[in-house]
């Protein structure tokens, strides 16, 4: 293997001077924390004016981070990407919508991108969100339950709402199943997270006797979460299914500390970065021992878990795009990790949101602040961007 997440002519070949130098323009505000929290508090409020801003942010943040408006929008990007031996996973990033028919209306959605990814070459996921099928309250409440039914059961009207969100749960992965389709199912906030989990794994002891088609995603930035990995995988032994998982660090670390502080329990984050690092490290080790039983995606743009990955598979004799081994990274983000893993044969997609643009905006918001809050993100970015372009005026 000779893989180097420094390679930017690998990383940016697909993209144009043009592309690259926009690229660079958007990274180099990101790189100014004031302005993005000056842009994230003001987008919203500004997109709800109707001011003319529409363009402006189709024409920066959005074309760098999403694939498009509508499904169809996403299909050049994805010849793009296929071009290099880079996959898809589909996301439609419509978010905090409530009410009954916004959630069937949802399911629907997410069929129709079960349908359209199964007429395509390289897409072989789709990314869904519990929140989308159902009440964030109603998640609460039943996360708050000592076990998911008890402390409801005189509430007939949460008991049949939570079975039709079982039901477009079971509708999407049946779908899934027949056009051979991966769900990933998005981890989200610690407090209506039990739920989710349960859910998930109900639908993997259904689909994922024969092959994998649901995955659940463990945030690693808990400190419970390499346990309830292990748990998972334990489980999926006793009931006779293949478990599905996407190791991620983990996306609402601020909220988290706050509301903990706030309401007076302990922190579920690590305490700090290393230790969060630690847990991903290990995690990505247990599911690669147990490769057989465990198929995972490792969705991560720190490159020394990429590279811990790739070089255990070597060290395995693990062939690079063996079914149960996949990585992923967000696009318009770590494009150096993402296109040298190609290169070297590994099956590697990126996270492709879709969506309006004003009901993306609240994707959109957090990946400004990711970019501005994770430490060396944005100047990571910046850096290998300023390099291929001189690189290439050099050549």
Not at 283 to 306: F, P
Not at 321 to 333: A, E, K, R, T, V
Not at 335 to 348: H, M, P, Q, R, Y
């Amino acid at each position: 293997m000779n893989i180097s997440f420094d390679n930017t002519e690998n990383a940016f070949e697909y993209k144009s001077n043009k592309e690259l130098k926009s690229a660079k323009f958007l990274f180099s505000t990101m790189g100014y924390p004031w302005f993005v929290q000056l842009g994230t508090r003001l987008t919203p409020f500004i997109m709800k004016t109707g001011l003319p801003v529409h363009g402006i942010i189709r024409k920066t943040i959005f074309k760098q981070f999403v694939g498009g408006e509508t499904l169809e929008e996403t299909a050049g990007v994805g010849a793009v990407l296929g071009k290099y031996g880079v996959q898809v996973i589909l996301d439609y990033g419509v978010e905090g919508k409530e009410g009954e028919d916004s959630f069937d209306h949802a399911t629907e959605e997410f069929i129709r991108v079960i349908n359209y990814a199964a007429t395509q070459t390289n897409i072989p996921f789709i990314s869904i969100k519990v929140t989308g099928l159902a009440r964030f309250a109603l998640l609460q409440t039943l996360n708050e339950a000592p076990r998911l039914r008890s402390g409801i059961h005189d509430h007939e009207a949460e008991i049949d709402e939570w079975d039709r969100v079982r039901e477009r749960m079971y509708a999407i992965c049946e779908i899934a199943s027949e056009k051979n389709i991966g769900v990933l199912v998005d981890a989200e906030e610690s407090w209506i997270q039990d739920p989710i989990d349960r859910l998930t794994m109900e639908m993997m002891e259904i689909f994922n006797k024969g092959k994998v088609v649901v995955y659940n995603t463990i945030q690693l930035y808990r400190h419970d979460r390499l346990h309830f990995l292990k748990l998972s995988h334990q489980i999926a032994q006793q009931k006779g299914f293949k478990l599905g998982v996407k190791l991620v660090r983990g996306a609402y670390m601020e909220k988290e500390r706050a509301r903990a502080k706030e309401m007076g329990y302990p922190s579920p984050i690590q305490p700090d970065k290393e230790a969060s690092d630690k847990d991903y490290d290990l995690a990505v080790r247990y599911c690669i021992d147990h490769l057989d039983q465990i198929a995972v995606i490792i969705a991560s743009h720190n490159e020394a878990s990429n590279l811990l990955t790739a070089e255990l598979l070597d060290q395995k004799n693990i062939p690079h795009n063996h079914p149960h081994i996949h990585f992923s990274q967000l696009y318009g983000m770590s494009d150096n990790i993402t296109f040298n893993l190609a290169k070297e044969g590994f099956s590697v997609s990126k996270y492709l949101p879709f969506g309006p643009i004003r009901d993306v905006i609240p994707y959109l918001m957090r990946r400004a602040q990711e970019n501005s809050s994770v430490s060396g993100q944005t100047g990571r970015e910046l850096s290998l961007i300023k390099r291929e372009l001189a690189r290439r005026k050099s050549a």
